[in-house]
């Protein structure tokens, strides 16, 4: 069913929410004219469904009580902010400092915004090496502004550009390559992966995910996929994989082992079975409705038939 892709992991039978980890996304957008929720309440959904035990919404505090409206069985990290409504970071960052070492992955960037007070602490986590993380969207964006970002990159990190992320990050890097043209997608994730040292989820038709050694093209998806909120799904998606199975980040970052953890993953295949898992549910949905009106709501309520459908039989 899954091809060269490695099969999920079993679910312990006598498992709890701590068992199967927990996921902060940091996100959303408080300050005038554009108020940001529904990016990382979605997320949030979508780790739940895809089996992560717990969901933190790490969004400024004006607008934590609506994101929470929308993703009611998350709990929330109230992000400081000014009388603008704009983060501040460092406020922010001492907060973060306090809490992400009780988190099992970081997802980091939907409706997040990508003005000064994220860029700088956008710097802050990527110097990180002891959480992994799910890089996406405006932090992308971020990303793209921070003139030593191959410098200070240190992060245990899967990378989700579109085209357009991808193209403003190159440039940054003075990467030359072509995340449209389906020949040369491929070597554009790789490129970045190999000059971040993380790996990159190059979105699309046929989304390339590569870790700068092995890269993979996916074969699920569709058309239906095409509408806003889909990519929040898949950073919560992959973020709660890397929650569950990735555990690189409780070792120092030293790469786990076969009998340390036998159903352990690697960040690239969690990122891998994430992008697959997302094209199924979009396929799974649109078998039954056609290729448009679907909701990111209704993806991320797709994700556990999806599972069900992946894990091998027992």
Not at 77 to 101: K, N, T, W
Request: glycine fraction near 10%; charged fraction near 15%.
């Amino acid at each position: 069913m899954t091809g060269d892709l490695p099969p999920l992991p079993p679910r312990p039978g006598d498992g709890h929410k701590g068992t199967f980890g927990t996921v902060c996304v940091l996100g959303g957008q408080a300050a005038a004219p554009q108020v940001m929720l529904g990016g990382p309440a979605l997320a949030a959904i979508a780790a739940l469904r895809t089996g992560a035990g717990l969901a933190v919404l790490a969004v400024p505090q004006p607008v934590l009580h609506a994101a929470l409206s929308v993703a009611p069985s998350a709990t929330g990290l109230a992000l400081p902010v000014d009388r603008h409504g704009r983060l501040q970071p460092s406020e922010v960052a001492e907060l973060l400092d306090q809490y992400l070492p009780q988190y099992a992955c970081l997802a980091a960037g939907p409706g997040f915004g990508a003005d000064e007070p994220q860029r700088r602490i956008m710097v802050r986590l990527i110097t990180r090496a002891d959480l992994p993380m799910v890089i996406d969207a405006d932090a992308l964006n971020a990303l793209s502004h921070i003139a030593e970002v191959q410098r200070d990159f240190r992060a245990q990190a899967v990378l989700t550009p579109h085209p357009g992320e991808y193209n403003r990050l190159a440039a940054a890097l003075r990467i030359e390559a072509d995340p449209v043209d389906p020949a040369a997608r491929p070597a554009a994730a790789q490129e970045l992966a190999r000059r971040l040292g993380c790996v990159v989820v190059l979105k699309g038709p046929g989304t390339v995910v590569s870790d700068g050694i092995n890269t993979w093209t996916n074969t699920t998806g569709n058309v239906a996929l095409a509408t806003a909120g889909t990519g929040d799904v898949l950073c919560g998606a992959i973020a709660a994989l890397i929650a569950q199975h990735f555990t690189a980040h409780q070792t120092g970052g030293s790469a786990p082992t076969a009998a340390e953890h036998p159903d352990a993953l690697s960040l690239y295949d969690c990122a891998r079975l994430g992008v697959y898992l997302h094209g199924l549910a979009a396929d799974r949905w649109a078998a039954r409705h056609g290729a448009a009106g679907m909701l990111a709501l209704d993806l991320a309520d797709e994700i556990p038939d999806a599972l069900a459908q992946m894990r091998p039989a027992r």
